[in-house]
């Protein structure tokens, strides 16, 4: 057993005075001494979070003698040390944002769920479609098998993806999935209401799945890109998991996820260990010569 761990959660219901809740939370966390991102709207929580076992105890048990938090649902990882370098506890409009029209309400609008079992089940069918929630990047270290990649950078952009890239799939019946599962409970709202007939949702997300015992992530290929200091955690416990992943230069094997070196492009690309050593970790040669003609690097 490890000494910290890492918790993810989120829960849709209504918070009276969020900002406020939200002060007396940051409060609350500086003092517990965890650390973490947790957002808090009107309309409910969305977390991440590590500290030590004790402190993470401490925090689920204190969720759950609160009375709009008693059945907040916690994913539990252990991890080596702290999964975050600082506490961010942040009020906010929406938990999700995304580019719709329509208010939307989670708990009401959105798809079926389905147990990590259930989804196993029906990925075997042959005449599903799996739509992968998330983003391009993350789709590329690991998705489950056959699952339709969306070319998005950004959520917001999905309910205009849909109707340019979805349509002639109105009438099937579409899976979804993300990271912890609270992307999907908007995006498959936003589905319903644009007219898809049989949308599901995984329920608790790939994170969720690749614990249950009885699918042991079977399905799943490759790792799953997660939002702190780890960048990807195992899902597929099989002897069938292979790397999806690919090096951005070289197209062998990685699923090593880096930042350019050049500060003004940062960008996110999966870079092997040789690459990463040939190209200095910059994503490009006009990055490298930007960076080396850049004042910075004079001094
Ligand atoms: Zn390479
Ligand atoms: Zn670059």
């Known amino acids: 057993m490890k000494d910290y761990r890492v918790l993810l959660f989120y829960k849709y219901v209504a918070i009276p005075d969020?900002?406020?809740?939200?002060?007396?939370?940051?409060q609350y966390c500086k003092d517990l001494g965890i650390k973490g991102r947790i957002l808090i709207a009107s309309e409910g929580i969305n977390g991440t979070l590590s500290g030590t076992v004790e402190q993470t105890e401490r925090y689920?048990?204190?969720?759950?003698?609160?009375?709009?938090?008693?059945?907040?649902?916690?994913?539990?990882?252990?991890?080596?040390?702290?999964?975050?370098?600082?506490?961010?506890?942040?009020?906010?409009?929406?938990?999700?944002?995304?580019?719709?029209?329509?208010?939307?309400d989670p708990n009401t609008d959105g798809g079926g769920r389905l147990s990590p079992v259930e989804f196993q089940q029906y990925l075997q069918r042959d005449d599903v479609i799996v739509l992968d929630g998330r983003s391009g990047?993350?789709?590329?270290?690991?998705?489950?098998?056959?699952?339709?990649?969306?070319?998005?950078?950004?959520?917001?952009?999905?309910?205009?993806?849909?109707?340019?890239?979805?349509e002639q799939h109105?009438?099937?019946?579409?899976?979804?999935?993300?990271?912890?599962?609270?992307?999907?409970?908007?995006?498959?709202?936003?589905?319903?209401?644009?007219?898809?007939?049989?949308?599901?949702?995984?329920?608790?997300?790939?994170?969720?799945?690749?614990?249950?015992?009885?699918?042991?992530?079977?399905?799943?290929?490759?790792?799953?890109?997660?939002?702190?200091?780890?960048?990807?955690?195992?899902?597929n416990h099989t002897d069938e998991n292979v790397v999806v992943g690919t090096c951005y230069h070289c197209g062998q094997p990685s699923e090593n996820y880096i930042n350019c070196a050049d500060d003004t492009c940062h960008r996110q690309h999966l870079c092997c260990d040789a690459c990463q050593a040939e190209y200095e970790g910059y994503c490009s040669e006009e990055c490298r010569q930007h960076d080396s003609a850049s004042p910075a690097a004079a001094r």
């Not at 098998?145 to 979805?166: C, H, T, Y």
């Not at 699918?215 to 799953?224: A, E, H, I, V």
């Open 170 to 235: 109105k009438d099937k019946t579409i899976l979804t999935y993300c990271t912890g599962g609270i992307r999907c409970e908007m995006l498959t709202a936003v589905m319903r209401k644009e007219g898809f007939e049989d949308v599901y949702q995984l329920d608790g997300g790939i994170v969720t799945y690749g614990k249950d015992p009885v699918t042991q992530g079977r399905l799943f290929d490759g790792s799953c890109y997660v939002f702190d200091e780890r960048i990807s955690v195992p899902i």
């Open 60 to 104: 689920m048990a204190d969720m759950h003698s609160h009375p709009l938090f008693e059945d907040l649902f916690f994913k539990v990882d252990d991890s080596d040390g702290h999964a975050f370098k600082k506490l961010f506890v942040r009020h906010k409009k929406e938990l999700v944002t995304l580019r719709y029209d329509q208010k939307l």
């Open 137 to 166: 990047y993350e789709y590329d270290l690991g998705h489950f098998r056959n699952a339709i990649r969306p070319d998005l950078d950004s959520f917001r952009e999905f309910p205009g993806w849909l109707r340019d890239n979805m």
């Open 18 to 26: 969020a900002e406020a809740f939200a002060a007396e939370h940051l």
